[in-house]
């Protein structure tokens, strides 16, 4: 077992109460001499652990503290305050106090005599050669002490009693060191100077204000000997010039800042001042060297538009070659490199929407695209939500309708070619019991986002599976919606037409409450919170607005995506962590989206009952050239569809109730509980020593991680300053930003694959 200064000096202090009782008597007291008062901050620490540790000096009887008379009463324990032990043998601290003085009765002042007579009736607390302890002596004493090599320098003298109240109780602090020197003293006392050195680029001397002089003066000595500056903001250029060019200790400076460049905002504007005029290097230091790059991409992606598909794919190579690197660069995280972040999307995208695939049957064009077909849909999103800005929008758009648009055009003509042959995948529907007790709505859940949301799944260790399977048509939610809830037996197959909402077999139209009514009356709750949900009961929840979004905001809607991720996430989680086993996740339809618009197909308004944007219900007797196919609710009934990506209006980019792919193909997601398995890990103890936190827990396995985070699930919100977070011997210290001090966060306990398995929370430094 490691042990601390702390440890070390209580052992020795015992050790100098210990007297062989046949030959001596017990000594009445142990004098502790410390001529240049290098223990007196730890002194307070150590009386936890000594009740009778007196200090001799002005009268503070609540410190312990007072004058030889006072001393002298204590010793005697004529004051109602000396209620320790009678086997306790008092120790006196005698800061400021030297051997010699002690012996020197002559010249010892009147109010010091009183004690003088404790030198023959006690014991003196010295070293083995007679010289009293000091720091260095103690750390390097290898009998009594820690036995290790310490700098002679006055520095590093110096440094030991700075630092000796951040170092004296941690047992870790000193393992592995060959020497102890002031460098290594000074960061241990400012262990957080990186994030300190970019807060005063930042703010300036104001920063330091808040620190005491003697910390501000280790500030000062570590910024002259690690990073050879000096801290005046007269010289702030130059200064950031040594940050940009990551040389040395600065490539840590670098590191940190590159880590959260947000936290720093002003150090942009400081690193376009200081970017040498030759000779730039590294880079990725110097903003103006990424926004050149970004618009010579702007350029070559403009001239990319205007190539067949085909002649995409090798250009998106070389582009990514010259530019994909930039995605690692602070500007990127700055959201100042976004055609560098869409790229990567582009050429997937790119080369997805080239490959062959089989279409001569709908079993082919769907397993084409459940495997394959769907990650062009995501690239597609995901390079038009990397970007912001109108002009890097049009620049995505002008590739998506060169690229995209085809693609999407042509899958979608040869699947209603295919339905138009065999319309069994959607006339041979039939309403089935719901078997499953806890069914989750996620409504407009493309097949494409189930897919991308199983693999967020998987990495949380979720055990998921997915299946495919084909809306009830029109793809819009009035008839989508009761086909995949539990109450989808009750709904008449011979309904009457009604803008596409159709009644139960007791003639009430699906309208909410009628919905709801009929849940209850197969046995589900509709749940709206969280105590809603009981084990044992049968559930159903609804989330989402995507499809709102989508026809609020048109292809803007890309951006909603990942928040509704979240939510779903913290559903499904909040669910199992109310003791639900599993649960079913269910959509009404998805949608096509095409930035830019979609191609507007002309259906006068008099031909038709009802026209929504891509199906319609055609007058008796009018005459189309369209696509015409059952309704769910009642076959009698024919809806006339847009034909391929066509809409019934003008200027929309997102659509759904016509017959595609991307509207009719509905994912199922089936998620079972990962905690009924989990081992009974957990957070035992936390305790804060200033800014560094340390963990202990209960049967981990070593490996495990723990991260102190301001959001329990998002990773991005972690405040600690090390990437190692692996525990061993379940026990782990961990910095945090100093940023974060006395703040809410929540110390979280995975498994080596981040699954959380338990949480507490904390006060920052408290």
């Given amino acids: 077992m490691t042990n601390s200064i702390y440890d070390k000096v209580v052992k020795a202090l015992n050790q100098a109460k210990q007297h062989n009782g046949n030959v001596m008597v017990k000594p009445e007291v142990i004098l502790w001499l410390d001529p240049e008062s290098v223990w007196a901050s730890v002194i307070p620490t150590l009386q936890e652990s000594f009740p009778a540790l ?18 002298k009463c204590m010793v005697a324990k004529t004051l109602p305050e000396a ?13 400021g106090i030297s051997k010699n003085e002690l012996k020197n009765i002559q010249n010892a002042g009147l109010d010091f005599q009183p004690l003088i007579e404790y030198q023959y009736t006690g014991t003196i607390f010295t070293q083995e050669n007679g010289k009293e302890w000091t720091i260095n002596a103690f750390l390097q004493n290898s009998s009594i002490g820690l036995g290790m090599k310490v700098s002679q320098d006055s520095s590093t003298k110096y440094a030991l009693v700075k630092a000796l109240p951040s170092i004296f109780q941690d047992p870790e602090v000193l393992i592995g060191r060959t020497i102890i020197d002031a460098e290594y003293l000074n960061n241990q006392l400012f262990p957080n100077i990186t994030p300190t050195i970019l807060k005063w680029i930042c703010k300036g001397d104001s920063e330091l204000l808040s620190l005491d002089v003697g910390k501000r003066e280790v500030f000062y000595n570590l910024c002259k000997s690690q990073y050879d500056f000096e801290p005046d903001y007269k010289n702030i250029v130059a200064i950031v010039e040594k940050l940009g060019s990551q040389k040395n200790a600065w490539k840590y400076v670098w590191q940190q800042y590159a880590n959260a460049p947000k936290k720093f905002p002003e150090i942009q504007e400081y690193l376009r001042l200081a970017k040498p005029a030759m000779f730039a ?9 990424n926004e050149e790059k970004e618009e010579e991409l702007r350029k070559a992606l403009t001239a990319v538009s205007k190539l067949l598909p085909k002649e995409t794919v090798a250009k998106f190579k070389l582009l990514e070659s010259q530019h994909g690197f930039r995605r690692q660069w602070v500007w990127a995280e700055l959201g100042q490199a976004p055609l560098a972040n869409a790229l990567v999307f582009l050429k997937i995208m790119a080369e997805k929407a080239n490959e062959a695939y089989p279409f001569s049957s709908i079993s082919d064009l769907k397993e084409y695209y459940i495997s394959s077909g769907y990650q062009v849909d995501q690239a597609m999103r995901k390079a038009l939500s990397a970007v912001k ?12 309708s060169s690229i995209y648009k085809p693609w999407l055009e042509t899958i979608t003509l040869k699947f209603q070619s295919l339905v138009e042959k065999d319309t069994s995948i959607f006339t041979n529907q039939s309403a089935q019991s719901e078997s499953e007790s806890f069914v989750l709505f996620v409504d407009a859940f493309r097949f494409e986002l189930a897919k ?12 998921v599976a997915i299946e495919a399977g084909w809306s009830a048509i029109p793809s819009l939610t009035p008839t989508a919606k009761p086909n995949v809830s539990p109450m989808a037996p009750d709904v008449s197959t011979e309904s009457i037409f009604n803008d596409f909402r159709p009644q139960l077999k007791s003639n009430k139209s699906v309208l909410t409450p009628v919905f709801r009514e009929a849940l209850a009356a197969n046995n589900f709750v509709n749940v709206t919170s969280a105590a809603d949900i009981i084990p044992g009961q049968n559930h159903w929840q609804e989330i989402g607005d995507i499809d709102t979004k989508g026809h609020e905001e048109q292809s803007g809607m890309v951006k909603r995506i990942d928040e509704l991720f979240e939510q779903v996430l913290e559903i499904i989680e909040t669910a199992f962590q109310k003791g639900i086993k599993k649960i079913k996740v269910v959509t009404d339809h998805g949608w096509l989206l095409l930035p830019g618009g979609l191609p507007k197909e002309e259906l006068k308004k008099d031909l038709t009952e009802t026209r929504w944007g891509r199906c319609a219900l055609i007058k008796e007797g009018a005459k189309t050239d369209l696509m015409y196919l059952p309704w769910r609710w009642n076959k009698s009934i024919l809806i006339a569809y847009a034909p391929g990506i066509s809409f019934f209006k003008r200027n929309e980019e997102y659509a759904h109730g016509g017959i595609s792919l991307h509207e009719c193909l509905i994912p199922t997601l089936f998620i079972e509980n990962p905690y009924s398995a989990v081992i009974s890990a957990k957070i035992k103890e936390i305790k804060w020593v200033n800014l560094k936190c340390v963990i202990n827990t209960e049967d981990v396995p070593d490996g495990y991680l723990v991260d102190i ?5 998002d990773a991005n ?6 990437s190692n977070k692996s525990i061993k011997g379940n026990k782990i210290s961990l910095m945090v930003d100093d940023g974060a001090e006395s703040q809410a966060a929540v110390i979280v306990l995975m498994d080596e694959k981040e699954m959380i398995l338990d949480k507490t929370t904390t006060m920052v430094g408290e």
Avoid at 54 to 71: C, H, N, V
Avoid at 717 to 722: A, C, D, G, Y
């Fill in 281 to 289: 290097i590294p880079e990725e230091s110097w903003p103006q060297i």
């Fill in 389 to 400: 800005s109108e002009k890097d929008k049009e620049v995505i758009k002008s590739l998506i």
């Fill in 452 to 463: 991308e949301f199983v693999t967020i799944l998987t990495e949380k260790r979720y055990k």
């Fill in 83 to 95: 209620n320790w032990s009678d086997t306790e043998v008092p120790i006196i601290y005698l800061p």
């Fill in 54 to 71: 007196l200090i001799y000096g002005i009268y503070e009887p609540a410190k312990r503290q007072g004058p030889a008379i006072w001393i």
């Fill in 709 to 713: 985070r301001t959001r329990y699930n």
């Fill in 717 to 722: 919100s972690s405040i600690v300053l090390s």
